[in-house]
């Protein structure tokens, strides 16, 4: 098995975690430093920037050599089993764990080799399990190799369009204040949503443990939450958000831990669709 962690801010691999104390309890308060041997995979670095009629448009997938180069610099081998392992200090890193697995899919790794360890590093630590804080530097490059993408996990700006004209499944990922078009982020200029999507609000998804640690559902837990907040349909259909991570979240849900297939992700999402100059709506 290879473990792999995965973060945005690589800083805190080389720190020691933080700890407070409350009433007498030692409490883990922010990650530090990873799993012994592991290795290090930027979240930053698992999009690309590409040029679509004429803009540059960041947040992209990347190619498959561009996404094979990335595996190969940080020495991910070929045939072995991978295990995920974010922090665990947020729901965020929950779904930029799942949008990794759902780019190895893509890029041709088998579902049954890839798993994510469920609370990442906040609940290793507070397990009490040891923790490295040594610099993770790869002296070396592997031999992995990507596929051609794997277009039954993939939608386009066109499948997107035709699902619309037929009233077919879209759900939009994101939080149910950026669906409803109330809130907005720095990436996404405007405020709405695509046209007959309908909800899968991210904060059904993920629950904060009693260890601190952010984690995932089971698929038990996950049906009844689901169809107690009205939402019964989850696939065929496609999932997008804004540039990729909370639809990479559900689809992991809905795909891996309660294995109903046939969910595509959109994974331009708003970003690629509003910088097209494509309609949106509000309510």
Known sequence: VQIVDIRDSLGSLTNDPKFSTIKGQKVLDEVGGHITDALSVNFWGLREKREIDGKKIDFMLPTAKEFEESMQAVQLQPGKPIVI????????????????????????????????????????????????????????SSKWKAQEPNRALLAT???????????????????????????????????????????????????????????FLSAHVYRKVLAGAGVHR???????????????????????????????EYPGGMNEWVQRGLPIVNF
Request: hydrophobic share 45%; charged share 15%; glycine share 10%.
């Open 85 to 140: 392992v974010p922090t665990g200090d947020d729901a965020t890193s929950l779904q930029e764990a799942a949008f990794f697995a759902w780019e190895l899919q893509v890029f041709g790794v088998p579902p049954e080799q890839i798993a994510i360890l469920n609370g990442g590093m906040h609940a290793w630590i507070s397990a009490g399990y040891a923790v490295d804080t040594d610099a993770i530097v790869p002296m070396s």
């Open 157 to 215: 700006t066109a499948e997107v369009q035709a699902a619309q004209r037929a009233h077919k499944l879209l759900l939009d990922a994101r939080p149910l204040a950026q669906f409803a078009g109330l809130e907005r982020t720095p990436v996404i200029p405007v405020g709405g949503r695509l046209t007959g999507s309908s909800a899968l609000p991210a904060e059904l998804l993920y629950r904060n443990a009693d260890d601190g640690s952010w984690r």
């Open 234 to 264: 989850l696939a065929p259909g496609i999932v997008y958000c804004n540039t990729g991570q909370y639809a990479a979240g559900s689809w992991f849900v809905i795909d891996r831990i309660m294995g109903i297939k046939g969910l595509r």
